[in-house]
């Protein structure tokens, strides 16, 4: 829940004319929250907690239909069934496990004409994404933690060995110095070398040579020998830990996908989910960093998500751009944000004030 609120409940809030709902896999609403006015208004069509919105029970509707078809999907007013739903529209998606790929739920946006808009379903998708991300990354912990209190247990002889599953790893460098490795046995802090190694070599599928892999790295061809001893290093370090992801060579490259959150958003963006990405977006890649394959990443990620803010032009997403530290100096977006401000908007005066400041 606190993600969904995040991404999408933060922004339905008083007079917004959205509601958001999350029901579980038999489309029995657990919560609806947003704009209180219009969720007194649902209570006469029984869109609240507890009530049962499977399309068994309640005909064709956004929640209940998105399970049976298990696929988002938009239903506009008159294409409901029940008649009592025909002044409404409404988007969801199913949630499903992140392991088994069983459906878990639904998340459902509730209102107007607003709410089957062509963004509104890469969000809302985008948003479902999260979710089964954060419950695996919430079990890994679990997982960790229990193996931990076992091993503790029994003198520190480790008695448990959970199963393996296979699932891609994710290398989180966004606003961080140091990259954060996750894997089927856990979440790990790389060294800054090795998160550069790492990164870079995951966005290069096809692999590279020890010349071009240590001029990413080094900005230096020359500086082979050194690259080589780290990458003796960089080995022993993952052989314990997640020894799929050790670099081969003839050219160095990964031979299973390592997913980074850089590419999420990127991702997330292509989609047209700009609001998600931008959430996504905690910071530049590995801020610290000075290596010339890094900020080259850096350069083209920031470059991605600022065109797309700007391109999108939607007063609200802008907002939240110029709020964040990569944003809140950028000359164009605060001018952008004050030409869509209305006149008598009180925001507009330390808008001017910050323009100010920066110019």
Not at 104 to 121: K, N, P
Not at 276 to 286: E, K, N
Not at 319 to 345: C, H, N
């Amino acid at each position: 829940m606190p993600v969904i609120r995040k991404l999408l409940v933060r922004d339905a809030d008083e007079d917004s004319g959205m509601l958001v709902a999350v029901g579980d896999a038999r489309g029995r609403l657990l919560w609806v929250e947003g704009d209180q006015g219009l969720k007194a208004r649902a209570e006469s069509m029984m869109f609240v907690e507890g009530s049962d919105w499977s399309e068994q029970v309640a005909g064709t509707s956004a929640p209940g239909t998105a399970l049976t078809l298990d696929h988002a999907i938009q239903i506009r007013r008159s294409e409901h069934f029940n008649m009592l739903v025909h002044d409404w529209s409404c988007t969801a998606v199913p949630v499903h496990d992140p392991e088994t790929g069983a459906i878990l739920g639904v998340i459902d946006i509730t209102g107007g004409d607003q709410a089957v808009d062509r963004h509104t379903m890469p969000l809302m998708e985008a948003t479902a994404v999260a979710v089964q991300n954060e419950l695996l990354v919430q079990r890994i912990h679990s997982r960790q933690s229990r193996e931990e209190a076992t091993t503790i247990a029994f003198g520190g002889r480790k008695v448990v060995e959970l199963p393996r599953r296979k699932r891609q790893s994710l290398l989180q460098v966004l606003g961080r110095d140091e990259a954060l490795l996750t894997t089927a046995t856990g979440t790990y802090t790389l060294g800054r070398r090795h998160s550069e190694i790492l990164l870079v070599l995951a966005g290069a599928p096809s692999g590279l040579s020890g010349e071009q892999l240590a001029e990413h790295i080094y900005g230096s061809s020359a500086s082979l020998q050194t690259l080589r001893a780290e990458l003796v290093r960089l080995r022993k370090s993952l052989e314990p830990i997640a020894p799929e992801l050790i670099p081969a060579s003839q050219p160095y490259r990964l031979d299973v996908s390592l997913e980074t959150d850089a590419h999420q958003v990127t991702a997330l963006i292509e989609r047209g989910a700009h609001r998600a990405a931008l959430s996504a977006y905690r910071g530049d890649v590995l801020p610290d960093s000075r290596a010339p394959g890094v900020l080259e990443l850096q350069d083209l990620t920031r470059t991605i998500v600022r065109d797309a803010v700007l391109s999108e032009g939607s007063l609200e997403v802008l907002q939240e751009y110029i709020e964040t530290d990569f944003g809140r100096e950028d000359i164009q977006a605060l001018e952008m944000v004050l030409r869509l401000l209305p006149r008598k908007s009180p925001k507009r005066i330390r808008l001017v004030a910050r323009i100010e400041a920066i110019a």
